[in-house]
């Protein structure tokens, strides 16, 4: 395990231990990677060659495209796209038609099409991301204190919940496996029956015979079943 990996994942599970309202601790690790790659690539990293042609070559998906925007670093988001637009201007001036007419799968539409699909911000995350849901199941592995910290944890959302099975199956032996499952089928579990019962009781808030009864714990319970089935990884 590397350790720029087992601090952050011990940081978030102990926030979310400490406080229920920070939910799926993976969510949590996801926005801070986010946060770091955002701020690396309209700062320290703007003016580096390797990554300019790293962002030359990928561009950036809607998403962060808008995120970068919003971060008020107008010039840093500039310089970013100037070059960035001046090599897709020389990739794209091969003759377009000459090759339609040629060749349906001309470089102009394989580079447009490739373009669409990658982002270099949502790669850099990717790449973090999977070894820190990765070392999750190796500290459930290696650190038997650390079993109590997912146990403590409000709830997983849905896609990383997958994820954690999947890297537990890939990782762990029976016996270890079968740990890990009970132990967060037990979290999802208490959540899910919880967050069944406030959306219900929102709903029948909305029924005249209800509406002098108490809010109880459901006046957020449509943004928590969101955050819980789509995951909360741009969290406003």
């Not at 042609?53 to 919003?70: L, S």
């Not at 019962?197 to 449509?222: G, L």
Request: hydrophobic share 35%.
């Amino acid at each position: 395990m590397q350790q720029i990996y087992t601090i952050p994942v011990h940081e978030a599970f102990e926030a979310g231990a400490a406080d229920h309202k920070c939910g799926c601790p993976l969510c949590a690790l996801y926005r801070k990677l986010e946060e770091n790659e955002l701020d690396l690539i309209l700062g320290a990293s703007m003016m580096e060659p390797d990554v300019r042609i790293k962002t030359n070559e990928k561009g950036f998906c809607r998403t962060h495209y808008d995120m970068m925007f919003v971060r008020k670093n107008r010039l840093g988001m500039a310089l970013t796209l100037e070059s960035h637009l001046n090599e897709l201007r020389n990739d794209l001036s091969t003759g377009l038609i000459a090759g339609l007419v040629t060749k349906p799968g001309s470089t102009p539409l394989r580079r447009i099409e490739k373009l669409e699909k990658s982002c270099y911000v949502c790669e850099r995350i990717d790449f973090h991301f999977q070894h820190m849901a990765e070392t999750v199941v190796l500290l459930f592995e290696a650190e038997e204190a650390f079993a109590d910290k997912i146990k403590s944890q409000p709830y997983f959302c849905l896609p990383h919940y997958r994820l954690l099975l999947e890297k537990a199956q890939a990782r762990l032996q029976k016996k270890k496996l079968a740990d890990f499952f009970n132990i967060v089928e037990g979290v999802q579990k208490h959540y899910l029956d919880t967050l069944c019962e406030d959306v219900s009781w929102f709903c029948k808030k909305f029924d005249y015979r209800y509406e002098d009864e108490p809010w109880k714990n459901s006046k957020d319970s449509v943004e928590r079943a969101m955050a819980f089935l789509r995951s909360d990884i741009h969290k406003k």
